[in-house]
T-cell receptor, first 108, second 113 residues
């Protein structure tokens, strides 16, 4: 699986959009970009995934650059319950490889 | 639909003992994966079972083993426990094997003294 790079931590004001970047410059053509999050002391939760096109679901939007070397997860209206560690994963080798993720803190 | 359940939720053992953890996947899911999470190493893949067979394995010693039953429930066993085995053990289920969309349970927190 391609290596991903994410900022260690980020803050976002409650009610604002949280934009979490991920760099995956070595991603190969058949690797999907997956996002999971882990709220303190719980198991990781699937958020969204994409290959080339931008994707949106009830939780978030995923913007992937045209060259696929980076992506951004967008939580449109962050709430305190969105405080968590967010993992960006380039999946292509049969198992999920979690990095260190971004610790997102939503500020009231 | 009920989520992934893991038992027990908390466990305290001493060095040298063995432990068995249990995982019940979401109904209809046939694949179960196990992960270890520690502050130092993060989330690491242990193994994946599908149709009662281990399909994928991470880089863990042979003290870590697992099995899956015909109803897709899975157990994980760690023998000769070491202090470094203290961790949160997470189970995840998916419909089929090698799937990237996995649904995680709450985990079993193991403390080895």
């Amino acid at each position: 699986d391609a290596k991903t790079t994410q900022p260690t931590s980020m803050d976002c004001a409650e009610g604002r959009a949280a934009n979490l970047p991920c760099n995956h410059s070595t991603i190969s053509g058949n690797e999907y970009v997956y996002w999971y999050r882990q709220i303190h002391s719980q198991g990781p939760q699937y958020i969204i995934h994409g290959l080339k096109n931008n994707e949106t679901n009830e939780m978030a939007s995923l913007i992937i650059t045209e060259d696929r070397k980076s992506s951004t997860l967008i939580l449109p209206h962050a709430t305190l319950r969105d405080t968590a560690v967010y993992y960006c994963i380039a999946f292509g080798n049969e198992k999920l490889t979690f990095g260190t993720g971004t610790r997102l803190t939503i500020i009231p | 639909k009920a989520g992934v359940t893991q038992t027990p939720r908390y466990l305290i053992k001493t060095r040298g003992q063995q432990v068995t953890l249990s995982c019940s996947p979401i109904s209809g899911h046939r694949s179960v994966s196990w992960y270890q999470q520690t502050p130092g190493q993060g989330l690491q893949f242990l193994f994946e079972y599908f149709s009662e067979t281990q399909r994928n394995k991470g880089n863990f010693p042979g003290r870590f083993s697992g099995r899956q039953f015909s109803n897709s429930r899975s157990e994980m066993n760690v023998s000769t426990l070491e202090l470094g085995d203290s961790a949160l053990y997470l189970c995840a289920s998916s419909l089929f094997v090698y799937q990237e969309t996995q649904y995680f349970g709450p985990g079993t927190r193991l403390l080895v003294l």
